[in-house]
């Protein structure tokens, strides 16, 4: 057994020859043993630190890598606190059974908010809880922003924009809100908590599915159903049954809404072809240069056409329409609608969908804003359009993503906010935020306190006179 010299600063080394194989193994061991023990009680892993080891029989480096020392936590840090429910039993637990003890329960109840008060709490809870309140706290700073709380001078278009050194005028320049949700959210319960933001115009533009824009409609129809995520697909197929998740649709939905969708999808040919000879009797009268409208109907045309014809306050597309609220859909063939359009298309070929004049007018919508939020629930085509329509500004300035996919495969649905940014898509001061949960449990939480909380009345109030853009008609 021989020890090395530190001559590098670092801990002294034992090491075990082999020529220092014992001859009397039970001796040579306890000697080897004491020998082992005398030099680790002087060794650390820091060599400027003293022995860590209390007891010599403890090595100290393995109490040093157990033991060591912390650096102190930053003054004011927050420590990781979970939600009480003692809060919300202490004042009921003191109350008899009498008519008036009830009484007074239900004032106990409706003296505590216990759902506020818990996802308050979910700041300190860790883990998921966390970033849904960090959510929460995002989503109220796009809606409360206003340019006057931006110096004049420091945002991009004060150099070109001299109306902007208006006072007044900052305070009413709000943050234009981009809604963005796969399909799954309309089929399912999220329809409702959906509608409400839209039906009280707390958004400003809105990305989906094609499941998202005929789901919609299809409800206002026939209803879907429970049902069970092990429910056979053979089983249902014979059945006519179609299973999302746990949710069941029968086949006769869709039969209705074909009933429904295609004689207006034979109306909207026939305007169309109107149209076409409007325009080119328009454009031989015409000046070259001006702007002449397509005579072509956008996916985002037809789906504010749907929402006026199925005239249904239990609809999203209803009260899109009635507030005009923007509503795009690039991939709006990928569904029934696209069945539907299929099967026109061998009784009457000619009908356009103008998917440009769509891309013009979401990019334009995301330039003409002065600050822009994303709330992205899930991935795909959905959340890449929004985030690419804000590209266009040089990225968004608050953004939220609801989604449970991953970024070890590349996927954009799974990127983080954070390659977002690498791109442009979100900008590079953002506080952007990831919730990495299934929405419908996320999402009703986060808008129970944001666009929920308080009145709706007091939230019109505070956005009477408002504008995203000064060239705007809002």
């Known amino acids: 057994m021989t020890t090395t010299d530190n001559t590098n600063g670092q801990p002294p080394k034992t090491t075990l020859e082999e020529n220092d194989t014992p001859t009397h193994p039970e001796k040579?061991?306890?000697?080897?043993?004491?020998?082992?023990?005398?030099?680790?009680?002087?060794?650390?892993?820091?060599?400027?630190?003293?022995v860590i080891a209390a007891d010599p029989r403890v090595p100290s480096i393995s109490a040093s890598a157990v033991l060591g020392e912390s650096d102190e936590m930053p003054a004011g840090t927050p420590q990781v606190s979970g939600y009480d429910f003692n809060r919300c039993t202490d004042g009921r637990d003191s109350i008899e059974g009498t008519a008036t003890a009830k009484q007074q329960l239900s004032n106990a109840e409706s003296d505590v908010d216990v759902l506020g008060d818990l996802l308050t709490n979910f700041g300190t809870m860790g883990f998921q809880a966390t970033t849904i309140s960090q959510a929460i706290h995002e989503i109220n700073r796009m809606r409360s922003w206003r340019l006057s709380d931006v110096p004049v001078g420091a945002h991009f278009a004060d150099a070109n924009s001299p109306e902007l050194e208006d006072?007044?005028?900052?305070?009413?320049?709000?943050?234009?809100?981009?809604?963005?949700?796969?399909s799954n959210q309309i089929s399912c319960g999220q329809r409702e908590t959906i509608r409400f933001l839209v039906e009280h115009n707390m958004v400003d533009v809105i990305c989906t599915t094609a499941g998202g824009i005929e789901e919609d409609i299809i409800k206002c129809l026939k209803p879907s159903y429970m049902g069970d995520f092990k429910l056979r697909g053979s089983e249902l197929r014979k059945k006519g049954l179609n299973r999302i998740g746990n949710l069941i649709v029968p086949n006769y939905n869709y039969c209705l809404f074909e009933d429904w969708f295609s004689p207006l999808l034979t109306k909207m040919h026939d305007e169309q072809d109107e149209s076409i000879k409007e325009f080119i009797a328009t454009k031989a009268a015409e000046d070259d240069g001006v702007a002449i409208p397509s005579p072509y109907w956008t996916p985002s045309r037809v789906i504010d056409r749907l929402g006026a014809e199925i005239n249904d306050e239990s609809s999203v597309l209803y009260w899109a329409h009635k507030h005009q609220i923007p509503v795009f859909c690039p991939a709006l063939t990928d569904g029934s609608i696209g069945d539907m359009m299929y099967f026109h298309t061998y009784k009457r070929p000619?009908?356009?969908?103008?998917?440009?004049?769509?891309?013009?007018?979401?990019?334009?919508?995301?330039?003409?804003?002065?600050?822009?939020?994303?709330?992205?629930?899930?991935?795909?085509?959905?959340?890449?359009?929004?985030?690419?329509?804000n590209l266009m500004r040089n990225?968004?300035?608050?953004?939220?993503?609801?989604?449970?996919?991953?970024?070890?495969?590349?996927?954009?649905?799974?990127?983080?906010?954070?390659?977002?940014?690498?791109?442009?898509?979100?900008?590079?001061?953002?506080?952007?935020?990831?919730?990495?949960?299934?929405?419908?449990?996320?999402?009703?939480?986060?808008?129970?306190?944001?666009?929920?909380?308080?009145?709706?009345?007091?939230w019109k109030q505070s956005v009477k006179d408002t504008r995203c853009w000064l060239g705007s008609d809002e």
């Open 395 to 458: 990225g968004a300035d608050f953004a939220v993503f609801v989604n449970t996919a991953h970024e070890f495969d590349g996927s954009d649905s799974g990127a983080s906010p954070d390659e977002a940014v690498s791109w442009g898509k979100i900008r590079m001061e953002a506080k952007p935020v990831k919730v990495c949960c299934d929405a419908t449990i996320a999402f009703p939480l986060i808008v129970s306190q944001t666009f929920a909380k308080g009145s709706v009345s007091g």
């Open 28 to 50: 040579s061991n306890n000697s080897q043993q004491e020998a082992i023990r005398n030099v680790l009680t002087s060794a650390s892993l820091s060599p400027t630190s003293e």
């Open 350 to 389: 000619g009908f356009v969908l103008d998917t440009v004049g769509d891309i013009r007018r979401i990019n334009d919508e995301a330039v003409q804003s002065y600050a822009t939020g994303m709330i992205i629930l899930g991935g795909g085509v959905v959340k890449h359009h929004v985030c690419n329509a």
């Open 167 to 182: 006072p007044t005028v900052r305070s009413q320049i709000r943050a234009k809100i981009f809604l963005s949700y796969t």
